[in-house]
């Protein structure tokens, strides 16, 4: 997908070029404003004592944005959650 500046202001760390979107989502209990303004910190966990660390997203984050992409999560509670993630398109000649 072509990121224009209008989406690249809309999501922090993304750049206007082109890319690869990957979309993740599920039906389930969503999260609302303040639980989402924490998803990304390490160690931040709604589950219960013993029942997570508090990692997943702070790690995908980390390789999403050492790879120069960026995510965005829109939640709503009884809706669910959506994880937008952007990597950019890489000229093959680069891979080597």
């Known amino acids: ?11 922090s760390g993304l750049a206007v070029g082109s890319h690869v979107k990957l979309t993740i989502g599920d039906n389930g209990k969503g999260m609302d404003a303040e639980t989402l303004e924490h998803a990304f ?5 709604t589950k219960e004592v013993g029942q997570g660390i508090g990692l997943g997203l ?3 984050h980390s390789i999403v944005s050492g790879h120069g992409g ?12 959506t994880v937008d993630i952007y990597f950019p398109l890489v000229d093959g000649d680069r891979l080597h």
Do not use: H, L, W, Y
């Open 41 to 45: 910190d390490p160690f931040f966990t």
């Open 70 to 81: 960026a995510i965005k999560v829109t939640s709503q509670i009884d809706r669910g959650t």
């Open 58 to 60: 702070a790690v995908v």
């Open 1 to 11: 997908m072509d990121v224009n500046e209008q989406i690249a202001a809309e999501i």
